[in-house]
């Protein structure tokens, strides 16, 4: 089975300021790991993606995650938040076969 | 190229009534997923199709059932709603079933289904 938990359901933080988002998994197989993000009123955009290839992944808009399988996280990170950047972001893990378990999402605020 | 389409946009019903969904995938996939997003929630998968058939449920009762069309479209029908079935419904499409770096999920923007 395979699970993943987003630790910090709300992450606020100033314009220009780091973005640190958490994400932990657990799978009894070497995971595919995803980064999704989500606009009001809008459906699920692909951030970024991890399938076994290099640890360090960078995704659109600045984003970026790293997997680390000793403390079985991916978490996600951007050097410096725009006010573009709030929205609601999702973790996933995926594999075989494509199913995608989701985590419970956290809600990013950027303070102007 | 047109993405992932969805439709109707939003929907309201009364308990106990039946309504169905529409997917268009993504320009050359062929599988189908679907997925309900209460509100506050993640994402829950409830099924995929592929080659018109369900490939892979998760757990949701009978009453959500599916079909996939020659031309890669698909239906969800929810049958005798209740008032817990509200939520945004999502579709995402890929191409293939096989366990490849290669098949993403691209969603659509959702339909948002109210029961009263």
């Known amino acids: 089975a395979q699970s993943v938990t987003q630790l910090g359901s709300h992450v606020s933080v100033s314009e220009g300021a780091l973005v640190l988002l958490r994400c932990n998994y657990s799978?009894?197989?070497?995971?595919?790991l995803f980064w999704y993000v989500q606009y009001p009123n809008q459906g699920l955009q692909l951030l970024l993606k991890y399938t076994s290839a290099a640890t360090l992944v960078k995704g659109i808009n600045g984003f970026e995650a790293e997997f680390k399988k000793s403390e079985t996280s991916f978490h996600l990170t951007k050097p410096s938040a725009h006010m573009s950047d709030a929205a609601e972001y999702f973790c996933?893990?995926?594999?075989?076969?494509?199913?995608?378990?989701f985590g419970q999402g956290t809600r990013l605020t950027i303070n102007p | 190229d047109a993405g992932v389409t969805q439709s109707p946009t939003h929907l309201i019903k009364t308990r106990g009534q039946q309504v169905t969904l529409r997917c268009s995938p993504k320009?050359?996939?062929?599988?189908v997923s679907w997925y309900q997003q209460a509100l506050g929630q993640g994402p829950q998968f409830i099924f995929q199709?592929?080659?018109?058939?369900?490939?892979q449920r998760g757990n949701f009762p009978d009453r959500f059932s599916g079909h996939q069309f020659p031309n890669y479209s698909s239906e969800l029908n929810v049958n005798a709603l209740l008032l817990g079935d509200s939520a945004l419904y999502l579709c995402?499409?890929?191409?293939?079933?096989?366990?490849?770096?290669?098949?993403?999920?691209?969603f659509g923007a959702g339909t948002r289904l109210s029961v009263l």
């Open positions: 320009s050359g996939h062929d599988t």
């Open positions: 199709y592929y080659e018109e058939e369900e490939r």
């Open positions: 995402a499409s890929s191409y293939g079933t096989g366990d490849s770096a290669k098949n993403i999920q691209y």
């Open positions: 799978s009894s197989v070497p995971p595919y």
């Open positions: 996933a893990v995926a594999r075989p076969a494509q199913k995608l378990v």
